[in-house]
C-alpha cells in the first residue's frame, strides 16, 4: 500500500539557517512526489512536484527537492529560512489508482526562531 | 483562472445535526476529491469523483456521510449525524482528467459541539 513518512512531527530552526525536511514514501511504481505548504487557516498550496526527469527540482519560495529513487526519499530544503516560512509542511504521493489519488504525510510543522 | 470555491467556510454545529459543504471546481476539471484534514494531520482522502461518477469512496463513513456531484460539476459533501470526532477541515481539490496536481479550495472549517 502507497503511503508517506514524515519522521519529524516539529523542527525548530534559526532565521537565516538552512533547512531540511525529510520525507520518506513507500510506493510500487515511479511516483508523483510533492510538498505542500499550509500556514494557519490557509489551505494548501502547492511548492513543488516531481514527476519525471531531473531529480532534483525547484519550486517556490526558494525551496527546493531531490528525489532519491534508491532511498525513497523526497526531501524539502531551503538554504535560508524566513520568519515567513513557519508553516506546516505536506509531503504526498501521488498514486494511480483508475485516475489519480494523493496520500499525504501527517506533516511537519516548522517553527522559526529569531 | 478562478480557483477552488467552497462554502461554508466555517460551521459550527451540535453533535446529532446535519451539515452540508458545497464544492465548485476550477472549470473544466473532470476529478473533483474531497478531504478531511484533522488537526494535527495530513488530508484524508475520503471521495474522488471523475465527473460524476465515484472512483474511489473506500474510506467514506457511508453509514453518515454522502456525497454527490450531479451534473459532473459540483459537489455536495453531508454529514448526518454528524459525531464530535467530525470536527475538522473539509478540503475539496479539483484536477483535470488523469492529472496528478490537484487544485485545492481553501476548505471547511468545522467544529461540532
Known amino acids: 500500500a502507497q503511503s508517506v513518512t514524515q519522521p519529524d512531527i516539529h523542527i525548530t530552526v534559526s532565521e537565516g539557517a538552512s533547512l531540511e525536511l525529510r520525507c520518506n514514501y513507500s510506493?510500487?511504481?515511479?511516483?508523483?512526489l510533492f510538498w505542500y505548504v499550509q500556514s494557519p487557516g490557509q489551505g494548501l498550496q502547492l511548492l513543488l512536484k516531481y514527476f519525471s526527469g531531473d531529480t532534483l527540482v525547484q519550486g517556490i519560495k526558494g525551496f527546493e527537492a531531490e528525489f532519491k529513487r534508491s532511498q525513497s526519499s523526497f526531501n524539502l530544503r531551503k538554504p535560508s529560512v524566513h520568519w515567513s516560512d513557519a508553516a506546516e509542511y505536506f509531503c504526498?504521493?501521488?498514486?494511480?489508482?483508475?485516475?489519480?489519488?494523493?496520500?499525504f504525510g501527517a506533516g511537519t510543522r516548522l517553527f522559526v526562531k529569531a | 483562472e478562478a480557483g477552488v470555491a467552497q462554502s461554508p467556510r466555517y460551521k459550527i454545529i451540535e453533535k446529532r445535526q446535519s451539515v452540508a459543504f458545497w464544492c465548485n471546481p476550477i472549470?473544466?476539471?473532470?476529478?473533483l476529491y474531497w478531504y478531511q484534514q484533522i488537526l494535527g494531520q495530513g488530508p484524508k482522502l475520503l471521495i474522488q469523483?471523475?465527473?460524476?461518477?465515484?472512483?474511489?469512496d473506500s474510506q467514506l463513513p457511508k453509514d453518515r456521510f454522502s456525497a454527490e456531484r450531479l451534473k459532473g460539476v459540483d459537489s455536495t459533501l453531508k454529514i448526518q449525524p454528524a459525531k464530535l470526532e467530525d470536527s475538522a477541515v473539509y478540503l475539496c481539490?479539483?484536477?483535470?482528467?488523469?492529472?496528478?496536481?490537484?487544485?485545492f479550495g481553501p476548505g471547511t472549517r468545522l467544529t461540532v459541539t
Open positions: 469523483f471523475q465527473n460524476n461518477g465515484v472512483v474511489d
Open positions: 472549470s473544466g476539471h473532470a476529478t
Open positions: 481539490a479539483s484536477s483535470p482528467i488523469q492529472d496528478p496536481k490537484e487544485y
Open positions: 504526498a504521493v501521488g498514486a494511480r489508482t483508475g485516475g489519480f489519488k494523493t496520500i
Open positions: 510506493y510500487g511504481a515511479t511516483p508523483y
